[in-house]
């Protein structure tokens, strides 16, 4: 039997498919890449915001339709959606033929077995993980409940690139207003560092060459076993496995991002120094609404750690407009701030209530219209700093990780940028094909992107 691993939202979920997809070939599956040549069309699906939600109930729809035209008999819903809204979600969407929970995923391949057989697979009701988890490191394997990508379940690689996502760790102990993700992904739980580096020795087998840790905090990584700093003592061990070229390490909280972390990511070699710090805002009343910490004094200090042990560091962050009592001082603070971070890359999303969160209770919330404009007043202000930023590295020599090949010529991303959501640099007039590490000099830029020349 035959199936098709469709994957929506962020890396972390490329791994739990690649995880699931591991599951499903020994338990005897054929994989394929294209929905319409599968028996069953498996939907990782994406719970995080609105659009990331519209987005997988579409794909699903699509897929059901391939039922009417196609070789397909079951369409089945797993992810961030299906577990956080379990029968909801079944009964709103009766063209899904099942809607898997996280717990289901161990038995992935007997579960479609008999959702294809026509048998009835009643979805879950929504429980909040994290009075489920954390599970002590002792009782994990012996546990009940599932934990999506944190395992030893060899994975098996949806994606041929030089680049591939690794899972540190999964959940959230935070409690950040405005974020359902604790919710439904639990409580936070670390791999083991052994586990870690098993699975990174057989991703450098299979050819990649760039190593990308993932999380939802990946400065908590170790706390759950006892020892926080294991990612500092664990990135040099990543960066020196045979194959592997660079490490990049995702996700980093601000208020959590100790000396001793900043050193490792900014001077370790093969670690490449890019900091990806969620500030989320800059003004303090803002962010202690938020349940989180700092203001722009500390977060310019960070930078200043950062810069001063990496000059040419790449840093990214992400900001929320128009939350709850944020008055035009606050959002002045930020754009301030944003121009003295001087940030490669800023995600700008407009407030919106989250099922479930406390932010959804509050009072002083800003119309749709007034959340609208200042998203767009600030979303401007980021595209204009971050393409000087982009132009402040012109003359500046990077390394760059081959891709793709277009009309153009190379394209890959410098170590500053990381996957996806950072640019890309263009090696023009070069040769290199996929997977080449090649030094070049920036000599353009088209916003975030680089135009690079590869010297005579």
């Not at 719970?47 to 391939?66: C, H, I, R």
């Not at 980093?252 to 670690?271: F, K, N, Y």
């Not at 007034?370 to 998203?375: D, F, G, H, I, Q």
């Amino acid at each position: 039997m035959s199936v098709a691993m469709v994957t929506l939202g962020c890396a972390r979920n490329e791994v739990d498919s690649e995880e699931l997809a591991g599951r499903l070939e020994a338990g005897g599956f054929r994989l394929v890449a294209d929905p319409e040549d599968a028996d069953t069309v498996v939907v990782n699906t994406c719970g995080f915001v609105e659009a990331a939600k519209k987005d997988s109930v579409d794909t699903l729809l699509e897929a059901a339709d391939l039922k009417e035209s196609g070789r397909p008999q079951a369409v089945v819903a797993v992810g961030c959606l299906a577990e956080r809204y379990g029968k909801d979600l079944a009964e709103s969407l009766p063209e899904a033929d099942a809607v898997l929970g996280f717990d289901d995923y161990p038995d992935i391949a007997a579960r479609l077995r008999s959702i294809v057989a026509g048998e009835t697979h009643h979805p879950h009701t929504p429980q909040d993980r994290r009075l489920l988890l954390p599970i002590s490191p002792v009782d994990r394997d012996a546990s009940a409940i599932s934990v999506p990508g944190v395992g030893t379940e060899r994975r098996t690689r949806l994606e041929s690139g030089p680049m591939a996502p690794l899972k540190l760790a999964s959940g959230c102990d935070r409690r950040c207003t405005f974020c359902a993700i604790p919710s439904f992904r639990g409580s936070f739980v670390s791999r083991r560092p052994s586990d870690v580096l098993q699975e990174a020795r057989w991703l450098a087998d299979q050819g990649v060459r760039e190593l990308f840790l993932v999380s939802e905090n990946s400065t908590s990584y170790g706390k759950d076993l006892g020892d926080l700093r294991l990612l500092e003592t664990m990135l040099p061990e990543l960066a020196a496995l045979d194959g592997v070229d660079r490490v990049r390490v995702s996700y980093l909280q601000p208020a959590e991002t100790r000396p001793g972390l900043i050193e490792a990511i900014a001077t370790t070699p093969g670690v490449v120094p890019y900091f990806d710090l969620s500030f989320q805002h800059a003004s303090n009343p803002v962010l202690r609404r938020m349940r989180r910490f700092g203001d722009p004094e500390s977060f310019l200090g960070l930078l200043e750690q950062v810069r001063g042990l990496a000059p040419t560091a790449g840093v990214r962050s992400n900001v929320i407009v128009g939350f709850p009592g944020e008055t035009e001082d606050d959002l002045q603070v930020l754009c301030d701030f944003l121009v003295a971070a001087r940030l490669d890359v800023t995600g700008v999303f407009g407030y919106s209530d989250e099922d479930g969160t406390e932010a959804a209770t509050f009072e002083g919330k800003l119309d749709d219209d007034e959340v609208r404009a200042r998203t767009e007043h600030v979303t401007r202000l980021v595209e204009e700093l971050n393409a000087q930023r982009a132009e402040e590295r012109i003359g500046e020599t990077v390394s760059v990780l081959v891709e793709s090949v277009d009309d153009e010529g190379p394209v890959g991303r410098a170590d500053h940028q990381g996957p996806e959501v950072d640019g890309t640099t263009l090696l023009a007039g070069s040769t290199a094909r996929v997977g080449d590490l090649v030094t070049a000099v920036v000599v353009a830029t088209e916003g975030v992107d680089l135009v690079a020349e590869v010297g005579s």
